[in-house]
C-alpha cells in the first residue's frame, strides 16, 4: 500500500482511492494521468477485485504497453486486460463473429487495404468519380460508421451530395467485406456497438465480466466507442475516464467533446477529480498555454501549476520566410548542441502539415543534424512485406479477395490483369469470394486455355501453403519465401539505389516471426500474428533509441514530451487551418491543437511566423496566427528577424526550391574553393591552394582555368530520410565552426576563426594564420576543428 500512494499529491490520492462507482478524472497536460491510473488498478487489486474483471482501454499500442509495465511492477502477474479499442473489439469479435456475419478468422483490413476495397465497390456501384474521389467518399462511410450509421439508416435520408454517393456505395463494399469475411478498422467498432445493442444477454454477460473499465483520452472517443463502455457499464457502473477537454483535437475524425463534457449528465453520482499540477513544463510555458486556452467557451475550468522554477520566457520569431525559419531553427539546435550540451533527441519541431517539413530537412542535412520524420513508410507498409502478409492473410482467410489481388500474380507467373478481372467479374456475379472464383476458372467464360492452366497452378501453389497454416509461424513464412522464389523475384525487381535491401526487410519479418513464437508457446496463431500487426499504431513507429530531432504534426506530437519544442508556422489559415473557420467549434479545436504543441515543451518554447512563406511554388504575404495575440506577450521574448536572404543570389531564385547543390558534396574537393554554385551550372571552383578572395588577383591564364566549369560533385543526402549517415561519416557541423575555434588547414597549418558570417551552405569563415588571414567557404573548406 505504501508504493502505491506513496509520493502522490492529494488530488491523486482521491482518484487512486476511489474503488467503485463511476469517475471522472479531467488531467491536465503533464498531470501524471498514467501514474494514477496505473495506481488506481493495483489499489483495486489489492481491495479485492478480481484483476480479470479490469479493463483498460487506450488510444495508443504505445500508452497501453507503458501502463502494463507500470502495472506489473506495482503488482506483478495479474491478469488485468490493458490495450487499445480496436484490440479489445477485435478480440471480442473473435467470440461473436457469427452473430454479425462473420467467421472467426475474419481478416483486418489495414488502410491500404480498405482503398482498394473501396475503390472496387465504387466501381460496383457505379458511381461517377468526377465530384467525388474514392478516398473522399470512404471518408464520408467513415465517419457515418464513427456515428453508428448502417448502409439502412442512410437510405431515404436527405443527404448533401458527397452523402449521397456514399450512401450508394455503402451497401456494397459492406456486402464485399462481408463475402470477403474481412472488416476495415472503423467495423472492429461499429460490429461490437450494435452487437451490444441489439443483444442484451450479451451485453449483461460481458458487463459481468468487465466490471470495472477505465477509459484513456476519453475526450478523443468517438459515437461508437462512447456506446461500448456505456453499455458495458450498466449493470456495474464502475466507469473511470481520463481526459482534458482541452486536448480534444480529434474531432476531424469523428472524436466527439461531449462525451467528455457530459460525463457527469450520464452519471449524476459521478466522482470528478481534477488533476491541475504539472510535472512537465516550466511556469512560462504554462502560462502561455493556459492563457490561450481560456478563450474556449467548451471545456472544463482547471488551474495548471507547476512546482518548477521560473524558466527561459517563451520565445516568438517573426522570420523574413520559411528558407529562413527552417535555417534559424537549424542554427538554434546545432549552437545548443555545441554550447549547452544537449542532445538532437532533446529537440522536436512541430508542423499543422507534413508538407512544411522539406525546408526544415535541408537545413538540417546542411549542418549533419540526424532527424526523423515521424510520417515516413511504416515497415508492415513496405512492398515486400505487404506482398509476403498478403500470402498469410489468404492462408488465414480463404476470402480476403484484396490479398488474392495482390498476391495472385506476385511473383510473375503469367496472370495478367485481364485474366484477374474477369475472375473478379465471375465472383461478383456468383457472389463468391474471388479464391473460390479461381478454382472454377475452367467455368469463366473468356479465359484463354494457357491463362485457366497458370490459375490452377497459383491454386496448387496456394493448397501447399495452406497445409501449412498450423505451423510455427517462422516454418511457415520460410516455407512460403522458398516455395515461390521470392528472393529472385526481388533481386530482379528492386528499384537500384534503393535506400533499404529489400530482402533484409524480409530477414527482418522473419525475426517478427520468430519473437512472436517465442512470446506465444501455446497460444500463438497465424490469426494472432496478422491481428497484432494490423493494429500496429502510426504513432508506434517513433524511435526513441536513437540520437535525432523529431519532426512530426502537432497532432502526432499529442502524448509526448520533449525538453525545447519548436512550433513553426504560426500562422492564420495554417494554425487555425482555413478550413477550421467555418464554425466555432472547429476553430476552437484549432486552439486546442496550439494548446497541445504549447504543452509538449518542458523548458524552452519558440513559436515561430514568417512576413512570406512559398505555397504551391508561389511565395505570398502572410498573416501571424490569431491565437498569437491570446498569449501573454508582455512576458513573452519577441524577435523580429531581418533579412539578407543568404540562401539566393538573386530575386529571380526567391521562390525555388533548394537546389541539390546546396546540400554538402559527397566527395573530397581537396583545397579547392566553391566560389558560385547556381542550380543549374556546373560549380565553378578556385585551383587548389588559392582561397575566395584570392581568385580574382590570378593572372589571366591562371583566371581562365579557374573559371573552366568543373563537374558538379553529387550530393550525399540524395535518398537519404535522415542526416544520421552524415553524422556517421564524421562530417563537422557547420555550427562547430565559431569565432575563437583553433582549425588545421592541410596548406596553412593551425590558425583561429576570428571572424564567421553567412548561413547554410554560405557560411564563411576568417582564419588567422601565421601566414596572414585566409576566408574559407565551410561547407566546402578541407578545415579541421582541434
Wanted: charged residues 25%; hydrophobic residues 40%; glycine residues 6%.
Amino acid at each position: 500500500m505504501d508504493a502505491i500512494f506513496k509520493n502522490l499529491t492529494e488530488a491523486q490520492q482521491e482518484a487512486v482511492a476511489h474503488v467503485d462507482g463511476p469517475m471522472l478524472i479531467l488531467a491536465g497536460p503533464g498531470s501524471g494521468k498514467t501514474r494514477v491510473v496505473t495506481h488506481r488498478i493495483a489499489n483495486m487489486i489489492h481491495q479485492g477485485v478480481p484483476p480479470w474483471q479490469i479493463a483498460a482501454l487506450t488510444f495508443t499500442n504505445k500508452a497501453a504497453d507503458e501502463m502494463r509495465m507500470r502495472v506489473e511492477s506495482l503488482a506483478p502477474n495479474q491478469p488485468v486486460w490493458m490495450g487499445t479499442f480496436h484490440r479489445f473489439c477485435a478480440q471480442l469479435l473473435r467470440r461473436y463473429a457469427t452473430m454479425v456475419g462473420l467467421q472467426e478468422n475474419y481478416s483486418i483490413y489495414d488502410t491500404s487495404d480498405s482503398k482498394q476495397a473501396m475503390k472496387r465497390a465504387v466501381l460496383a456501384a457505379g458511381v461517377s468519380t468526377t465530384h467525388a474521389s474514392p478516398e473522399q467518399i470512404a471518408s464520408a462511410i467513415s465517419h457515418a460508421k464513427n456515428r453508428l450509421t448502417t448502409p439502412e439508416m442512410m437510405q431515404g435520408l436527405a443527404l448533401r451530395p458527397l452523402d449521397a454517393l456514399a450512401a450508394k456505395v455503402y451497401p456494397i463494399y459492406q456486402q464485399q467485406l462481408l463475402t470477403a469475411n474481412a472488416v476495415d478498422f472503423d467495423d472492429l467498432l461499429l460490429h461490437i456497438a450494435n452487437l451490444l445493442r441489439e443483444n442484451p444477454e450479451i451485453r449483461g454477460e460481458l458487463d459481468s465480466k468487465y466490471r470495472y473499465i477505465l477509459v484513456d483520452e476519453y475526450q478523443d472517443t468517438n459515437l461508437a466507442q462512447y456506446a461500448i463502455v456505456r453499455a458495458l457499464s450498466i449493470d456495474h457502473p464502475n466507469l473511470a475516464v481520463t481526459g482534458d477537454p482541452d486536448q480534444s483535437i480529434y474531432g476531424w475524425r469523428g472524436a466527439d467533446l461531449n462525451n467528455i463534457l457530459d460525463f457527469e449528465k450520464d452519471y449524476p453520482s459521478v466522482k470528478t477529480v481534477r488533476l491541475e499540477k504539472n510535472y512537465r513544463s516550466t511556469p512560462n510555458i504554462l502560462r502561455a498555454a493556459d492563457q490561450l486556452i481560456r478563450y474556449n467557451r467548451r471545456r472544463k475550468a482547471k488551474e495548471l501549476f507547476t512546482d518548477h522554477p521560473e524558466g527561459e520566457a517563451v520565445i516568438l520569431r517573426m522570420f523574413e520566410d520559411g528558407y529562413q525559419e527552417a535555417d534559424g531553427i537549424a542554427d538554434e539546435i546545432s549552437r545548443a548542441i555545441i554550447s549547452d550540451g544537449l542532445k538532437p533527441s532533446d529537440f522536436a519541431i512541430f508542423c499543422r502539415m507534413n508538407a512544411l517539413t522539406r525546408s526544415l530537412e535541408h537545413a538540417l542535412r546542411s549542418r549533419s543534424l540526424p532527424y526523423q520524420i515521424v510520417n515516413g513508410v511504416e515497415f508492415y507498409q513496405r512492398r515486400e512485406i505487404k506482398d509476403l502478409l498478403a500470402y498469410l492473410h489468404l492462408v488465414n482467410n480463404p476470402n480476403h479477395d484484396v490479398a488474392l489481388m495482390r498476391v495472385i500474380n506476385t511473383p510473375t507467373r503469367g496472370i495478367g490483369n485481364r485474366t484477374v478481372e474477369r475472375i473478379r467479374e465471375f465472383a461478383d456475379y456468383n457472389a463468391i469470394p474471388m479464391l473460390e472464383a479461381a478454382r472454377r476458372a475452367d467455368q469463366i467464360e473468356g479465359l484463354a486455355k494457357r491463362a485457366v492452366t497458370m490459375v490452377n497452378k497459383f491454386i496448387k501453389l496456394y493448397d501447399r501453403l495452406a497445409i501449412k497454416a498450423t505451423a510455427s509461424l517462422e516454418d511457415l513464412i520460410r516455407y512460403l519465401v522458398e516455395e515461390i522464389d521470392y528472393e529472385a523475384y526481388l533481386e530482379k525487381t528492386a528499384v537500384e539505389q534503393q535506400d533499404a535491401n529489400p530482402m533484409s526487410n524480409v530477414d527482418e519479418l522473419i525475426t517478427a516471426a520468430v519473437e512472436f513464437d517465442r512470446q506465444h508457446p501455446d497460444d500463438g496463431s497465424l490469426e494472432a500474428f496478422l491481428e497484432q500487426v494490423a493494429l500496429v499504431a502510426d504513432t508506434d513507429a517513433i524511435d526513441g533509441g536513437t540520437d535525432r530531432v523529431t519532426i512530426m504534426t502537432l497532432h502526432a506530437a499529442k502524448g509526448l514530451e520533449y525538453p525545447r519544442v519548436f512550433v513553426i508556422a504560426v500562422e492564420d489559415d495554417l494554425i487555425p487551418h482555413k478550413r477550421s473557420k467555418e464554425t466555432e467549434e472547429q476553430f476552437e479545436e484549432e486552439r486546442r491543437l496550439l494548446f497541445v504543441g504549447i504543452t509538449r515543451a518542458k523548458e524552452w518554447l519558440q513559436l515561430s511566423c514568417c512576413k512570406r512563406r512559398a505555397v504551391r511554388g508561389d511565395v505570398r504575404p502572410v498573416i501571424p496566427s490569431p491565437f498569437l495575440n491570446e498569449l501573454p506577450l508582455d512576458e513573452m521574448k519577441r524577435i523580429e528577424s531581418t533579412g539578407n536572404r543568404d540562401w539566393f543570389d538573386s530575386e529571380d531564385d526567391y521562390d525555388q526550391s533548394y537546389p541539390d547543390s546546396w546540400d554538402l558534396p559527397d566527395e573530397d574537393v581537396g583545397s579547392d574553393q566553391v566560389c558560385k554554385t547556381p542550380s543549374d551550372e556546373p560549380a565553378i571552383v578556385a585551383p587548389a591552394g588559392f582561397e575566395i578572395d584570392e581568385v580574382s588577383q590570378l593572372p589571366p591564364e591562371e583566371l581562365a582555368a579557374a573559371m573552366k566549369p568543373k563537374k558538379k560533385a553529387s550530393v550525399v543526402v540524395a535518398g537519404l530520410k535522415t542526416g544520421a549517415d552524415l553524422l556517421k561519416a564524421g562530417t563537422t557541423p557547420l555550427m562547430s565552426y565559431r569565432e575563437g575555434t583553433t582549425v588545421r588547414h592541410p596548406e596553412h597549418g593551425d590558425g583561429t576563426i576570428i571572424e564567421v558570417t553567412g548561413r547554410g551552405p554560405k557560411r564563411t569563415a576568417k582564419v588567422q594564420f601565421d601566414g596572414g588571414e585566409h576566408s574559407f567557404r565551410l561547407a566546402y573548406a578541407n578545415l579541421e576543428v582541434i
